[in-house]
C-alpha cells in the first residue's frame, strides 16, 4: 500500500509536507514512499491547479527526493465536467463527477514528470 498526500484544508504536497510524511513512514519501519494526488485538496478543488501541484512535485524530483513513488490526476480526453440531466445528451469524453484537465494538458503533465525523473539519472 501507499500514503496518498491528498490535501485537505490545505494542501500537503510541499517538501515539508512529504519530509514529515517519511519520518512517520520510518517510524513504523514502512518504506518512505508515497503517492502526491495533484487534485482534490491540493488543487483547493480548482482542477487547472494541477498543473502547479505537478510543477512543484516535479522541482521535488528533481532535488533528488526519491519519496514520491507515484501522482494521481484527474483527467479526462475534455477539460472540465458536466452535470447530467435526464433526458440530455452528456458530451463524450468529458467528466461526469469532478473536472478534469483535458488530454493535451494531461500530456503536459506527464512531460513535465518524465523530465523530472530522467534528470535524475
Known amino acids: 500500500g501507499h500514503i496518498i498526500m491528498r490535501g485537505g484544508k490545505q494542501p500537503n504536497y510541499h517538501p515539508q509536507d ?7 513512514l520510518r517510524e513504523f519501519d514502512l518504506p518512505e514512499q508515497l503517492v502526491v494526488d495533484f487534485s482534490h485538496g491540493n488543487c483547493q478543488k480548482q482542477h487547472r491547479r494541477q498543473l502547479d501541484v505537478c510543477d512543484e512535485v516535479c522541482q521535488q524530483i528533481r532535488n533528488g527526493s526519491s519519496a514520491i513513488a507515484g501522482v494521481m490526476a484527474e483527467s479526462f480526453l475534455r477539460e472540465g465536467t458536466q452535470k447530467v440531466v435526464v433526458g440530455q445528451p452528456v458530451t463524450y469524453g468529458q467528466s461526469i463527477t469532478d473536472p478534469c484537465l483535458s488530454w493535451e494538458d494531461t500530456e503536459v503533465l506527464l512531460d513535465k514528470l ?3 525523473v530522467d534528470s535524475r539519472f
Open 114 to 116: 518524465a523530465a523530472a
Open 18 to 24: 512529504i519530509a514529515e510524511a517519511c519520518d512517520t
